[in-house]
């Protein structure tokens, strides 16, 4: 994977960068303390990872990624937890808060490489009239099987999964009835973006969603969702709490 890094603290690129030389298959192909000069590179240069500071001169790490046209995935690394939900509204692959460990940076970038492997963007194949096969890749929804059909369900309409056994239900803001399907959290995790955080071995929340946050539980609307004590620290960590 190659990879940008953006920061407006030497020091803080230079501890980047050497926990990325302890990494396989990564390559650094430019290092920038002007956010500035990042876009330029980011517009020139086939880049697949970017590790991006927030708090900078002239623009902010939140700046950039709403300026980039076709950002590539992104991880933020800054000292300012309170961006984290709005970081990952912007559909970061993660945010990590300096100081950074290495082994917390080691699975962010793990996280990034299964992404980067997998083609997380939920590709379609179609089959042309012709007998080729083209491939549209979309980020917006996904298909479930109900019942004797495929649903399509747009992912920003996606509130929380429940876990049942074998099945999963899926509720949405538009249907007061949730969407039944056979399937487990490693499948559909598989096809969601980071915006998604599993909170409880039999809950997945939109992080969008969430109103407020308790000792034990995540509410969204009127629902109070537990938060399992194995991924408490995650929860906490991912919301910038």
């Known amino acids: 994977m190659k990879c940008v890094i953006i920061d407006d603290e030497p020091l803080a690129i230079d501890v980047i960068e050497s926990y990325l030389l302890q990494i396989d298959d990564i390559e650094i192909v430019a290092k920038c303390t002007n956010p500035l000069e990042a876009i330029t590179i980011l517009s020139k240069h086939q880049v697949d990872l970017v590790f991006l500071d927030i708090e900078m001169p002239n623009i902010t790490g939140i700046d950039l ?41 080691l699975k962010a970038v793990s996280r990034a490489k299964e992404k980067y492997k997998s083609g997380k963007d939920l590709f379609i194949n179609v089959s042309s009239a012709a007998g080729s096969t083209k491939t549209i890749q979309n980020n917006d929804f996904i298909f479930v099987k109900s019942e004797y059909e495929n649903i399509k369900i747009s992912i920003d309409d996606i509130k929380y999964i429940q876990g049942l056994k074998d099945y999963i239900k899926i509720y949405t803001k538009d249907n007061h009835k949730a969407i039944l399907t056979l399937s487990n959290f490693k499948v559909i995790l598989d096809k969601l973006p980071n915006q998604f955080l599993r909170v409880h071995r039999s809950y997945i929340v939109n992080v969008n969603y969430i109103k407020a946050l308790q000792k034990t539980k995540l509410i969204i609307d009127d629902i109070r969702i537990p938060i399992g004590e194995t991924y408490k620290n995650e929860v906490l960590h991912r919301l910038g709490v």
């Open 65 to 105: 990624v709403n300026i980039v046209e076709n950002i590539p995935q992104f991880i933020f690394t800054t000292a300012y937890p309170q961006y984290a939900l709005e970081g990952f509204n912007l559909n970061a692959t993660d945010y990590l808060v300096k100081p950074i460990p290495f082994q917390r940076f």
